[in-house]
């Protein structure tokens, strides 16, 4: 892995500065990285660690630039969860494969390939699930954070973090009730 990762070269090729989905992006992909680090430091992560974390969490939703999703400035054709399979091609293409895992498996608590067909989702049939310690530590602090106008810089509270993945069922709350143990917030 590079330690000299531009990442901000790589979202201004994607996402114009001067665009609503830029100013969207920043203040998530930020959060998102702050509570990430802070995890890992916690956790105890070299600085090797420490910066692919920085990298990958602030690209990990790059594949927004593709997806329909108009109210935070995207106005590409695809379904927003397609946001993951999209951020993998752009993060290979830019020759960046671990960083392309993260976008594309940072799906909340992990999803199976059975509830991916039962919900008729955009996604490859396959498990998703974070696998590496960084992985598992950006799809955390993304749990906390919303990109939707009016909730981009309040960071949800345990309770309502956990509510969101309840809804995704027992097995995430379950995941949820393992990482908040080992991860915190």
């Not at 329909?68 to 590409?76: H, L, R």
């Not at 671990?98 to 049939?125: D, F, K, M, Y």
């Not at 919303?146 to 309502?160: D, F, I, L, N, Y």
């Not at 009730?177 to 991860?183: D, E, I, P, T, Y």
Request: a neutral charge; hydrophobic letters at 45%; one cysteine or more.
């Amino acid at each position: 892995m590079s330690t000299n990762i531009d990442y901000f070269s790589i979202i201004h090729a994607y996402l114009p500065p001067d665009s609503l989905v830029y100013r969207v992006y920043i203040p998530h992909v930020a959060a998102v990285t702050t509570m990430a680090i802070r995890v890992g430091r916690r956790l105890g992560l070299d600085a090797k660690q420490l910066r692919f974390i920085e990298e990958a969490a602030m690209l990990h939703d790059i594949g927004i630039v593709r997806v329909d999703a108009p109210q935070i400035g995207c106005y590409g054709e695809l379904p927003y969860i397609s946001h993951l399979t999209e951020g993998r091609k752009i993060l290979e293409h830019e020759g960046l494969p671990r960083h392309a895992r993260v976008a594309a498996e940072h799906v909340g608590l992990g999803i199976t390939r059975e509830e991916i067909l039962a919900q008729g989702l955009a996604l490859p049939p396959h498990d998703l699930f974070p696998q590496t310690i960084e992985e598992q530590a950006i799809s955390w602090a993304d749990l906390f954070f919303s990109k939707m106008p009016g909730k981009r810089w309040c960071q949800r509270t345990v309770a309502e973090a956990r509510q969101r993945a309840a809804q995704y069922g027992e097995r995430q709350l379950e995941t949820f009730a393992v990482w908040l143990a080992r991860f915190g917030t």
